[in-house]
Structure formats: structure tokens, C-alpha cells
């Protein structure tokens, strides 16, 4: 997966978890590399046998920052490939993303220290 060139905070230190499902199997943590030059996160063992057709596959991808602006990003590219790195499938255009604003509702604050006299 490439992600867009302006769009996304891309970096390793941030990244804490990949997790698939569906085509993946039952969900479960996922072994990655990633390449922050190339803006690219490479799933090792996505799926680990032969999977039915018309399967969907859901990817979780945990800590990458969203963009600070609310307009469709850039598309993100997908490249599906067998052990030995050959292309299988290659999505380069139609995926995007939309940041939604979003409020916070009905939060509560106390002070864990007591307030001085």
C-alpha cells in the first residue's frame, strides 16, 4: 500500500499495529516493513493460503495521522503480489480519503491533585 504524498503523517516511529480479517482469516496482528521514502507499508504474511473468490479483506492500520485539512486526499495504491513479488492485482486510483470534523460530547474533568488554598 502507498499512501498519498501530501496527505498523511508517514512515519515508522508512529506506527504501533496492522491488523487484518475477512480475506486475512479471523483477525489477527499482521507482520510489516515499512519505507517512509517511498510512503509505503508492505503487509509479510497477508494471506497465508488458498482463499475463497468475492472474500473481502478488511486491513487495520493503527497511529498513521490523518490529515490536518477536511479535502480528499490523493489516492492511496494498492499492489497485491504472490511470495515471489510478482503483481497480481494493482489498484492505483479510487481510493481516497475525506477527514470528517467531529466533536467531543458529554466529557467530564477532575483534578487528581487536590487544588491548593
Same mark, same amino acid.
Given at each position: 500500500m502507498v499512501f498519498p504524498a501530501t496527505d498523511f503523517t508517514f512515519e515508522s516511529s508512529r506506527l504501533t499495529q496492522v491488523q487484518g480479517f475477512g480475506l486475512f482469516g479471523s483477525? /489477527?496482528?499482521m507482520q510489516y516493513s515499512m519505507d517512509e521514502s517511498q510512503r509505503s507499508l508492505k503487509i509479510i &504474511? =497477508? #494471506?497465508e493460503g488458498y482463499r475463497q473468490a468475492n472474500v473481502t479483506g478488511k486491513i487495520i492500520i493503527n497511529m498513521v495521522k490523518n490529515p490536518m485539512n /477536511? +479535502?480528499?486526499s490523493d489516492t492511496? +495504491? #494498492?499492489y497485491v503480489t504472490d511470495s515471489i =513479488? !510478482? +503483481?497480481l492485482a494493482i #489498484? !492505483? &486510483? =479510487?481510493i481516497t480519503y475525506t477527514a470528517r470534523s467531529g466533536s467531543v460530547q458529554d466529557w467530564k474533568t477532575s483534578s487528581t491533585v487536590p487544588y491548593p488554598n
Open positions: 483477525l /489477527r496482528d &504474511n =497477508g #494471506i /477536511r +479535502k480528499t492511496f +495504491k #494498492i =513479488g !510478482e +503483481k #489498484i !492505483e &486510483n =479510487g
